[in-house]
């Protein structure tokens, strides 16, 4: 006999405060059964986010015998109350899986699923470790939501931030607000978003960024774009204490190319940290080539090979799932990651990968050495903010959600010939050397500005010469200095094989925009900053035995069992 599935179109599920948020729940037939929850902003009727980019197969998870319920978070689409993202999902979370578990098809087991703000609804209903919620699934997403989301090391993520409101946000939210809008507010905001949507990528070179337009546009916009809340974030811990204190299982999936992966590496690392024996843990890592946005098998300028793109990853998260909901550990390695230069798949027993070395690489001049610098050396260039190093290639949301293509492994040809931009090129490689893991520059530095940004990024130069760029990262110096001072740039996590005869080049520039805003150089700040705010700086890198600039990498020295595909042992 054939299997009948069934479907509870927009059920009304009351929070505590009496709001009701709406849910389309799927049911495998008669009965009691685990259920899969998301609870989405971005529409619970959009197969393209709620099974597409969050990597899960409706049918198939019916078939196995799970309830589906998708969710329109508080203020969206179908749900009623207001938006105010972030704010309530872990209560709204936790009062969702308490209505669940009270209903006959739910047999008392919820587990979640979903990407990007899909994801955070999972890691901020799991810091409130709600009864009845057996696992979590985040793809694409962070462990916090100041650093890693809306900020890295003191800059903005401008791109990510507005593209997120003129693609995602804005539309839904502004058509519930108008009606109660002030006359003029709804104008100014009807029109900006029309004028947005029209040249997204005017948005990024608005000053200043923040005005009375934007906010009447995105409230929320207020908070995102501040400051001092940028450079207060990074040590802002968020609800990492909580989530440490839970023991319950994550599957993490995340992206290289992915501009979350800082932050889901750390929920990772969070969850991790709750067990001693690595063959206790319950949780698990799976670290693809993807971009936001962009799942498939092409990431920047390369096609990446068949096995690249999230296909197998429905299965994956099922299976985590069965697991979960029977008590029991999954049956994989706790660690299965995407290395690219070799497009191939390896399987580890824990993370940060066992046996990792840092391999220090010292600037001198124009090149990166084995040894450190026995002499003083300094170069300098002029930065102009006005006339910024555009992003190319890397882990951000460049140029939208559908289309990614301006994240990855892209040619860095257009930006090593400008002059505002330092290279250091290493000698050709004796042999072939696998990096995994965190990359960091150590900078010895110095600017005639009030303050100054620093970017990084770790590139592969060929036989040819052509430089493609891997990693980079940025570190906004809130008050710099006329005297050498040190730095560090987090460029990020990066798993790459470097092949023999090729060369490491590290980039240094300060700016990369539109991907993160713009420091004005004066000692203005960034969000607030009109054009006359903007002045011109000389920047300086130094390097000899008492300033060892340097670049480190995370260095494999015994390559980790190879996968023919992400389910495939090898």
Request: net charge negative; with cysteine; charged share 20%.
């Amino acid at each position: 006999m054939k299997q009948a599935f069934g479907l509870l179109d927009s059920v009304e599920i009351p929070m505590r405060d009496g709001t009701i948020l709406r849910a389309d729940i799927w049911l495998p037939g008669e009965g009691s059964w685990p259920v899969i929850l998301q609870r989405t902003p971005y529409r619970k009727e959009d197969a393209f986010g709620t099974q597409y980019i969050s990597a899960l197969e409706f049918k198939a998870a019916l078939r196995r015998g799970y309830a589906i319920v998708v969710q329109d978070t508080r203020g969206r689409y179908g749900s009623d109350g207001e938006f105010v993202p972030f704010s309530r999902e872990t209560e709204d979370g936790a009062d969702t899986i308490a209505w669940l578990r009270e209903q006959d098809f739910c047999n008392g087991q919820v587990v979640m699923f979903g990407a990007s703000y899909v994801g955070a609804t999972q890691v901020l209903a799991a810091s409130g470790n709600p009864k009845g919620l057996v696992a979590v699934s985040p793809h694409l997403t962070t462990a916090r939501h100041g650093e890693t989301w809306t900020y890295r090391s003191g800059a903005s993520e401008l791109a990510f931030l507005l593209l997120w409101i003129i693609e995602s946000l804005a539309p839904e939210d502004l058509q519930r607000r108008l009606d109660t809008m002030p006359a003029e507010d709804a104008s100014r905001a009807t029109r900006l978003l029309a004028e947005l949507r029209q040249d997204p990528l005017a948005a990024f070179s608005r000053l200043p960024i923040l005005d009375e337009d934007l906010v009447a546009l995105a409230p929320y916009a207020a908070d995102w774009f501040d400051n001092h809340r940028a450079i207060s974030t990074p040590a802002d811990r968020e609800h990492l204490d909580a989530l440490a204190q839970t023991r319950l299982p994550f599957l993490v999936s995340c992206g290289w190319n992915d501009l979350f992966v800082e932050g889901a590496i750390e929920l990772f690392e969070t969850a991790r940290r709750c067990w001693g024996r690595a063959e206790d843990v319950p949780d698990r890592l799976i670290i693809g080539p993807w971009s936001h946005g962009n799942p498939t098998d092409w990431q920047g300028d390369f096609w990446l090979g068949y096995a690249a793109s999230t296909a197998q990853l429905s299965d994956e998260q099922l299976a985590f799932f069965d697991a979960a909901t029977a008590g029991e550990l999954p049956a994989t390695p706790m660690v299965r990651y995407f290395r690219s230069g070799s497009n191939s798949w390896h399987a580890a027993p824990d993370w940060p990968l066992p046996g990792t070395t840092g391999r220090e690489l010292f600037l001198a001049g124009t090149e990166l050495r084995e040894a450190a610098c026995e002499t003083d050396w300094s170069r300098s260039y002029l930065s102009d903010a006005l006339n910024p190093v555009p992003t190319v290639g890397g882990a951000n949301f460049l140029p939208g959600l559908v289309l990614g293509k301006n994240s990855g492994p892209k040619d860095q040809a257009q930006i090593e010939r400008r002059e505002d931009v330092l290279v250091f090129t290493s000698e050709p490689m004796a042999e072939d050397l696998e990096v995994t893991g965190l990359v960091e520059a150590v900078l010895w530095v110095s600017s005639s500005g009030a303050s100054a940004d620093w970017v990084a990024r770790l590139c592969e130069v060929d036989s040819s010469g052509r430089s493609i760029g891997l990693v980079d990262g940025i570190y906004r110096q809130q008050v710099s200095s006329e005297g050498p001072t040190e730095v560090t740039v987090r460029l990020g996590h990066i798993s790459h094989l470097f092949r023999r005869g090729n060369r490491f080049r590290l980039q240094i520039a300060s700016s990369n925009f539109p991907r993160f805003d713009r420091n004005p150089q004066s000692g203005a700040l960034s969000v607030w900053a009109t054009k006359e705010d903007f002045v011109t700086a000389t920047h300086a890198v130094h390097g000899g035995p008492a300033l060892p600039s340097r670049l480190i990498l995370p260095v494999i020295s015994l390559p980790f069992p190879e996968q023919s595909g992400l389910a495939s042992p090898g």
